[in-house]
């Protein structure tokens, strides 16, 4: 079930802190680079993986945590209303390894055949 309208999205407190100190200190990206494409000069480390993407943080760098480390994430247009933790994932995907001697045959150089 999805949050109440009347609440609002939700942003952790600590995390609108430091986009806003970020904002105060590359005021000049904040109001004009980032919509000319410069890229963002910091990122901003958080574990709110629970906050919502706001249209404030258009084309900001966070780097949200995913248990083990930071996860760099770009925060572009169809990302607005999401969830960060959605961008981190906190599990590995298990790679398995191919046996090398088993399944393939060698080839004779000479005749081409096994």
């Known amino acids: 079930?999805?949050?109440?309208?009347?609440?609002?999205?939700y942003v952790a407190v600590?995390?609108?802190?430091?986009?806003?100190?970020f904002a105060r200190r590359q005021p000049d990206w904040w109001s004009k680079g980032r919509f000319q494409g410069v890229a963002a000069p910091e990122v901003i480390n958080t574990h709110a993986r629970a906050s919502v993407v706001l249209p404030d943080f258009l084309h900001c760098k966070f780097g949200v945590h995913n248990?083990?480390?930071y996860v760099r994430i770009e925060v572009a247009?169809?990302?607005?209303?999401?969830?960060?933790?959605?961008f981190s994932p906190t599990r590995k995907i298990p790679v398995h390894k191919v046996k090398s001697g088993t399944g393939s045959k060698k080839l004779n150089p000479k005749t081409g055949k096994a």
């Open 1 to 9: 079930m999805p949050r109440s309208v009347w609440k609002g999205p």
């Open 14 to 21: 600590s995390l609108l802190q430091d986009v806003i100190a």
């Open 67 to 69: 248990g083990k480390d």
């Open 77 to 86: 247009e169809p990302m607005i209303g999401h969830k960060l933790g959605e």
